[in-house]
Nanobody, 128 residues
Framework: QVQLMESGGGSVQAGGSVRLSCAVSDYTGSWCLAWFRQVPGQEREGVAVIATEGSTRYTDSVKGRFTVSKDNGKNTLYLQMDSLKPEDTAMYYC???????????????????????WGQGTQVTVSS
């Protein structure tokens, strides 16, 4: 059973930066790793995804501000969030699933049902 644990959330003023981390217990093989976020009363939204070979995809609202990356040696996924806006306030979740093809992984950013493994979430609050 793969386990994911996020860290790094907190409160920040608009324009500031936060880096989220997600420790993945094991992702040997081909994995798709993603960040989602959710605001109470709204559906979970895909934010960024990174495929096994490193290709990435972002939702339009974070392009140019957020960067997804991973360190395979540390089994860790990251989300660097810069130029934060109040509308980025949400619970952020990391997600993972086995996917060999990058195209499928990139498409999965908008399909949370494609991911079997989830972290518990970390809150990011951006004040104006």
């Amino acid at each position: 059973q793969v386990q994911l644990m996020e860290s790094g959330g907190g409160s920040v003023q608009a324009g500031g930066s936060v880096r989220l981390s997600c420790a993945v217990s094991d992702y040997t093989g081909s994995w798709c790793l993603a960040w989602f976020r959710q605001v109470p009363g709204q559906e979970r939204e895909g934010v960024a995804v990174i495929a096994t070979e490193g290709s990435t995809r972002y939702t339009d609202s974070v392009k140019g501000r957020f960067t997804v990356s991973k360190d395979n040696g540390k089994n860790t996924l990251y989300l660097q969030m810069d130029s934060l806006k109040p509308e980025d306030t949400a619970m952020y979740y990391c997600a993972a699933d086995r996917m060999f093809y990058a195209q499928r992984c990139l498409a999965a950013m908008s399909r949370e049902a494609d991911f079997d493994y989830w972290g518990q979430g970390t809150q990011v609050t951006v004040s104006s």
